[in-house]
């Protein structure tokens, strides 16, 4: 038998490892070979192959140009109905017509979906459990297991070992990524009795229950913050007129529009009642452009396989995916991306502590632009920094202003949704219009009354996160509960 040295300091030997050509089956993966190799699955109980217990089928898209097959009352899903163990509703409709007429298909309640196309599969394996009857679209799988599988234990053994499963079904490409079908009916799953996969079921259930308590606890907090900071202030918000045409139209002075732009947006009737009220704030209001020291557009940098000079430095390039809707910045994920940055471009954005990035373009349809961050010393200190172009940062007199506080300020504007009229939008791709986000007035008590919103708003922040740790490790906890049963 021959042997290997692996002479190469820089490679991490227990990532690295001998494959006979022989040993080859139809795909050459590293990801692959190295689960199959070292990860081995050794059951407590017989095991079947998903071909064996679980019949599939797919689903397709109505002509959406058909206004006939949409908006009906049957659920069609969509990998981004995959977000909850139960599916009980979708975000889109059809209607029988759109059914009759279309590729998709109808899984019937206690049915197991599965995403089988999705960028998503990077990471993460969604699965749900159908609590209603709906229709899929191509990107999705209906599972049907055969007697003597429970849908909810097939759905619970895919999750619980997701993350061992994913590297042996999940083929790369340069679009998206996907499962091959032929290696995810070739996965084994062990059978146990009914009994043993309602014992797994219940654990299951009982973590599902306090992950819904602790969101519910969270989004609750969570959403105290933006009252919290306005009341502070004295800022009221008006009520939202009714959306009609007599409440949609409105007049403006041609001297507020001359030498600018003209976006009904940035004028309407709700916008301009709520500059309204943070104008009537008791407090001085100077311009954000007033209190910016530094600002400076990112860099996307070069590929960080590329064979470049030393002057490029390798970074964690936050993008717009970073942005946490309800924290600050989600780094601790495997979808972050390293890119090399030229030295002397890191120098002049010149990143510190404190400094505030600003999503100013991409977005969606119901996720607009204008999303803030705070560079913190934790994320500082455990990563070389960098943003993309689509990524702007300020830098703020702090003898005028906290950064923190202005922080939790343009993250309620963007909430109460006054970043919606500083944007623009060209072939789908949203566009902060800087030069009105930084004309926008910041109410400004004094420095220590600041520093205390702040503090405050960190401190709910902090609750929040610790009943997050608390879902994940009641998670890790079902988790390890499962696989003790299941494995040797």
Same mark, same amino acid.
């Given at each position: 038998?021959?042997? !290997? ?21 139809? @795909?050459?993966?590293?990801? !692959?070979?190295?689960?199959? @190799? ?11 192959? /998903? ?19 949409? $908006? ?36 019937? /309640? ?10 998503? &599969? ?35 053994? &895919? ?47 009982? !973590?599902? +229950? ?22 502070? &202030? #004295? ?7 009714? %959306? ?10 041609? *001297?507020?529009?001359?030498?600018? @732009? ?62 946490? %809707?309800?924290?600050? &910045? ?64 300020? @830098? ?30 060209? %072939? #789908? =791709?949203?566009?902060? /219009? ?7 007035? =910041? ?9 205390? +919103? ?21 998670? *890790?906890?079902?988790? $390890?509960?499962?696989?003790? /049963?299941?494995?040797?």
């Amino acid at each position: 038998m021959s042997t !290997y040295t692996i002479s190469n300091t820089k490679l991490n030997p227990n990532r690295v490892f001998i494959l006979q050509k022989s040993e080859l089956e139809k @795909r050459f993966d590293p990801a !692959y070979y190295y689960e199959l @190799r070292n990860n081995k699955f050794e059951f407590a109980y017989s095991s079947k192959t /998903i071909s064996r217990i679980v019949k599939s089928y797919s689903g397709g898209t109505p002509n959406k140009s058909n206004i006939a097959y949409w $908006n009906g009352n049957i659920c069609w899903a969509s990998p981004k109905d995959m977000k909850d163990f139960y599916l009980s509703d979708t975000q889109d409709k059809i209607t029988f017509a759109g059914v009759k007429n279309s590729s998709t298909k109808i899984a019937p /309640i206690g049915s197991v979906l599965i995403v089988f196309r999705s960028g998503i &599969l990077q990471h993460t394996l969604p699965v749900s459990v159908t609590k209603v009857e709906s229709s899929i679209n191509q990107d999705l799988k209906v599972l049907v297991p055969s007697k003597g599988l429970l849908p909810e234990y097939l759905a619970i053994f &895919l999750k619980t070992f997701e993350k061992r499963i994913l590297p042996r079904i999940v083929k790369h490409s340069t679009t998206v990524q996907s499962i091959n079908q032929e290696d995810f009916n070739r996965l084994s799953i062990p059978i146990p009795k009914i009994e043993i996969q309602k014992i797994i079921i219940g654990i299951y259930k009982t !973590y599902l +229950i306090q992950k819904k308590q602790n969101e519910a606890e969270t989004e609750k907090l969570l959403a105290s913050i933006d009252d919290y900071l306005l009341g502070e &202030l #004295g800022i009221k918000l008006p009520e939202l007129p009714e %959306n009609n045409l007599e409440n949609r139209m409105f007049t403006v002075s041609l *001297k507020e529009i001359s030498g600018g @732009r003209f976006d009904p947006k940035l004028y309407d009737n709700t916008t301009q009642a709520i500059r309204n009220a943070i104008e009537k704030a008791n407090f001085d209001k100077p311009k954000l452009k007033e209190l910016v020291t530094s600002s400076i557009a990112g860099d996307w940098g070069k590929d960080e396989n590329e064979n470049l000079a030393d002057n490029f430095k390798r970074c964690l390039v936050i993008r717009a995916t970073e942005f946490d %809707n309800l924290y600050n &910045l989600n780094l601790d994920n495997s979808r972050v991306k390293y890119r090399l940055i030229n030295s002397g471009k890191l120098d002049r954005i010149d990143i510190q502590e404190n400094d505030l990035l600003i999503e100013k373009s991409g977005g969606s349809p119901d996720q607009p632009v204008g999303r803030i961050s705070i560079l913190t010393n934790d994320i500082l200190k455990t990563h070389q920094i960098g943003y993309s172009n689509f990524i702007h940062k300020i @830098r703020v007199d702090n003898s005028k202003i906290n950064s923190e506080y202005l922080f939790c300020f343009l993250k309620t504007v963007h909430n109460i949704k006054l970043t919606d009229a500083m944007q623009s939008q060209t %072939n #789908g =791709i949203r566009n902060l /219009i800087m030069s009105n986000y930084f004309n926008q007035i =910041i109410p400004l008590p004094k420095i220590d009354k600041q520093k205390e +919103i702040a503090n405050h708003i960190s401190e709910i922040r902090k609750q929040a996160q610790k009943l997050k740790n608390q879902t994940a490790e009641a998670l *890790k906890s079902a988790s $390890n509960e499962i696989e003790k /049963i299941l494995l040797n």
